[in-house]
């Protein structure tokens, strides 16, 4: 898919969200995380779990979302690799210029634990996001971001990276608790003088929320 | 002098109460004595009865007799004094002009111009609306004095007039309390209390107050022609939720499998396929589930205007019943010779 067809796909989302989201001040969660990660080629997978945590807060068109998350991943594919730890923050800010439509800009850190078994990654990120409720209690959402000025522990630069994500959340009418699942994917096509290491994840999370 | 002896027996034997309604044998033998013309007996045995412990009645019986008895002896000081007594004890009672000398009657009429009572205490039936009419409480006055008529009965006490009086007087209450609401239906004692230096007296009398039904509006709870809307609506089940559901997954799972790096692995994608999954999961659900009442602006206000209108007229509603409570109709009557004193 081209860029154009995430600007496109991100238009629809947005086109087909006529209501705006149930304002809620502060909301903080804790997640179980399940994620795969795979570098280099095929034969480079690891997979793994672990816990995360999220804080948004919510103030008229704006939504401040940080979240964080460590696993411990272990190598899955053909090409060996040694078992690592992985911890991520996320940070988000979004502004609402339309119901259920917002822009997004942000920051993501991610270190890899012993240091050089897989990179560490430093984002920018600027996407757009739309959420939507269903009904009363529940929301789905999807987020698309393109990634700018990646940095990596092991050096390089990348002409394409992305970031997309959706998730579905179900609570009680009064907005105080909040069950979740997030998906996050995110694909980074990194060079190294001129040799293709790309990086790619798929993260999938369930939690809990409290909200204020 | 014997003509004159049997007109006063004549007087007092057509005048006199029923034997039987004596108690005392004594007043009883008095009255005998007296009707035989046996005047020094019947003062006797009159004083003889003073002695007694005697019922009202009795000594108006021997305070008459007494009276009567010195009249017909020429003993008129006496008989002026047994007058003032008979007149405390009964005001309203006196001589029959027809039938008793005008020499008993002008002792009588002595005896009461030294004494101050109030006598004849009387109200004319009256129907009448209140505040607007009224009914006229006649009494007499046996001296100069200032006489103050009071209603009292139902939690109420209306002073209704207040003048200085001699002879009959007429006094007026329009049927009203204090407060200016109409008097409440039931009994009421009228009392005129004379005042003279340290003189007092007091006459009463009991009166009837009937009330008119009085012909209010209802309060309103409604307006004809319209009626409350329900203030909330259950939107009919669609599948709306499970559409955006199904839209919101297939985009970005789509686009996540759209851009995936084939030259990497994601193993079996159970992070997207998972999470897919609850989202289609949660809008079949949200799509089945009844939806939830949703507030109907357009009928919350169409209410709000409504009530506010209902009160508006109940305002009104409510002045006007004041109005029409302040016009009921109030029919007096005295009450009954048996429950007056």
Not at chain 2, 67 to 96: I, K
């Amino acid at each position: 898919m081209t860029r154009r067809g995430i600007v496109l796909a991100a238009a629809l989302v947005g086109l087909a969200a006529p209501r705006a989201t149930p304002a809620q001040t502060v909301r903080f969660g804790l997640q179980g995380v399940g994620l795969t990660y795979s570098e280099i080629d095929q034969g480079r997978r690891a997979e793994g779990g672990g816990l995360g945590g999220t804080l948004s807060v919510r103030w008229r068109r704006f939504l401040l979302d940080a979240s964080g998350m460590g696993a411990r991943l272990d190598p899955k594919g053909d090409g060996g690799g040694t078992s690592f730890d992985l911890l991520q923050g996320d940070v988000r800010l979004s502004y609402a210029f339309a119901p259920s439509f917002a822009v997004e800009i942000g920051g993501g850190r991610r270190a890899i634990d012993p240091e050089f078994a897989t990179q560490d990654v430093g984002v920018i990120r600027l996407g757009l996001l739309s959420e939507i409720a269903l009904n009363q209690i529940s929301a789905v959402w999807a987020r698309g971001a393109y990634l700018v000025g990646s940095r990596f522990s092991g050096g390089g630069s990348a002409d394409l990276a992305v970031e997309l994500g959706m998730g579905v959340g179900v609570g009680t009418a009064n907005g105080r608790f909040r069950g979740r699942a997030d998906f996050e994917f995110q694909r980074i096509d990194r060079e190294v003088a001129g040799a293709a290491v790309p990086l790619q994840m798929a993260v999938g999370k369930l939690g809990v929320e409290l909200g204020f | 002098m014997r003509r004159r002896r049997l007109l006063v027996w004549l007087a007092l034997t057509l005048t006199a109460p029923p034997l039987d309604a004596q108690q005392s044998p004594t007043v009883r033998r008095a009255r005998q004595a007296y009707d035989q013309l046996d005047f020094p007996n019947a003062i006797s045995l009159a004083r003889r009865a003073l002695a007694e412990r005697l019922s009202r009645d009795d000594r108006i019986q021997v305070y008459e007799v007494l009276g009567y008895s010195y009249g017909a002896l020429d003993s008129a000081r006496q008989a002026v004094e047994a007058f003032r007594q008979l007149v405390f004890l009964a005001p309203d009672r006196e001589p029959d002009v027809e039938r008793v000398s005008p020499r008993i009657t002008s002792l009588y009429a002595s005896a009461l111009g030294q004494v101050l009572v109030v006598r004849k205490v009387s109200v004319d039936s009256a129907t009448f609306i209140a505040g607007e009419g009224q009914v006229l409480i006649r009494y007499q006055v046996s001296r100069a004095a200032r006489a103050t008529t009071r209603v009292v009965g139902q939690g109420v006490e209306v002073v209704v007039d207040s003048q200085l009086v001699t002879g009959p007087a007429v006094a007026t209450w329009n049927g009203l309390t204090r407060t200016g609401e109409p008097a409440p239906a039931g009994t009421y004692q009228v009392l005129v209390t004379a005042v003279e230096g340290r003189n007092e007296f007091t006459g009463p009398t009991e009166i009837r107050v009937e009330r008119g039904s009085v012909d209010t509006l209802p309060h309103l709870t409604g307006l004809p022609g319209y009626t409350f809307q329900p203030e909330t609506e259950s939107p009919p089940r669609n599948w709306r939720p499970l559409g955006l559901a199904v839209l919101y997954t297939g985009l970005v799972a789509g686009a996540a499998f759209a851009l995936e790096n084939t030259s990497l692995d994601l193993g079996e994608r159970r992070e997207v396929g998972s999470v897919s999954f609850l989202a289609l999961v949660t809008g079949l659900v949200m799509s089945v589930k009844k939806p939830d009442p949703r507030p109907v602006p357009a009928n919350i206000q169409y209410n709000r205007l409504l009530r506010e209108q209902i009160i508006e007229r109940n305002v009104q509603i409510a002045a006007e019943n004041r109005r029409r409570r302040q016009q009921v109709t109030l029919t007096i009557t005295p009450a009954p010779a048996s429950s007056a004193r």
